[in-house]
């Protein structure tokens, strides 16, 4: 079976960064788009970014305030997420997801086709 593992999460302070990564034994990842969303519970998965494999332009959710990036590394199949300066509200599990489709999208969660397991983010003193 598929699958993508992300890793990275834990406990920050509030101003903190992070990097979260995102990797796959079975996918070349650079060959798809990825998605990046977070999910708290008792609410529904938001998106925070997303690469296509055509020219690999990012896109970012806009309340995100230009902290977060998303970049790939073909060398080791992965694809990260620089987060800065997080605040409490950043916390959340936070998934990467494939899109067999060259197309970027963080509104619809449902049409991603691969998911990971997870890393939680807590943002607090």
């Known amino acids: 079976q598929l699958r993508l593992v992300e890793s990275g999460g834990g406990l920050v302070q509030p101003g903190g960064s992070l990097r979260l990564s995102c990797t796959s034994s079975e996918l070349t990842l650079d060959q798809y788009t990825i998605g990046w969303f977070r999910q708290v519970p008792g609410k529904e998965r938001e998106g925070v970014s997303c690469?296509?494999?055509?020219?690999?332009?990012?896109v970012y959710e806009e309340s995100n305030d230009g902290r977060f990036t998303i970049s790939r590394d073909s060398a080791t199949n992965t694809v990260y997420l620089q987060m800065i300066n997080l605040g409490p509200d950043d916390t959340a599990v936070y998934y990467c997801?494939?899109?067999?489709?060259?197309?970027?999208?963080?509104?619809?969660?449902?049409?991603?086709?691969?998911w990971g397991q997870g890393t939680r983010v807590t943002v607090a003193l």
């Open positions: 690469i296509t494999n055509a020219y690999d332009v990012p």
């Open positions: 997801a494939v899109l067999l489709f060259s197309k970027c999208t963080l509104d619809h969660a449902e049409e991603y086709d691969y």
